[in-house]
């Protein structure tokens, strides 16, 4: 079993995503935009509030590290969108039988 890759992200990249939430973004678009899920966004958010908002410790993510995860996310959600419509193809192709 392989263990789990915890991204870290940079301030900057956390004030941006503060900033677009703040800005009147939704967190959802906000979270798609960027490749990051809504609760770290959201997490962030609040620990801005606070004045909490700090560095990741370790090894920060570089800017092409960050565009290859969100391409992955969004190459795993065509893949889903994919799968769906082959399977309602196949049960529509048996319907009109």
């Known amino acids: 079993m392989t263990g789990?890759?915890?991204a870290r992200y940079t301030l900057e990249f956390k004030q941006e995503a503060v900033r677009l939430v703040r800005?009147?973004?939704t967190l959802t678009s906000v979270s798609r935009?960027?490749?990051?899920s809504a609760q770290s966004i959201d997490n962030w958010v609040k620990?801005?509030?606070?004045?909490?908002?700090?560095?990741?410790?370790?090894k920060p993510v570089n800017a092409d590290q960050m565009e290859?995860?969100?391409?992955?996310a969004e190459l795993a959600k065509m893949?889903?969108?994919?799968?769906?419509?082959?399977?309602?193809?196949?049960y529509f192709a048996r319907e009109s039988r």
């Open 68 to 72: 290859i995860a969100r391409l992955k």
């Open 47 to 58: 620990a801005d509030a606070v004045g909490g908002l700090k560095e990741a410790k370790g």
């Open 4 to 6: 789990i890759v915890r």
């Open 79 to 90: 893949r889903m969108e994919r799968d769906i419509l082959k399977k309602a193809a196949v």
């Open 23 to 25: 800005g009147g973004q």
């Open 33 to 36: 935009g960027l490749g990051v």
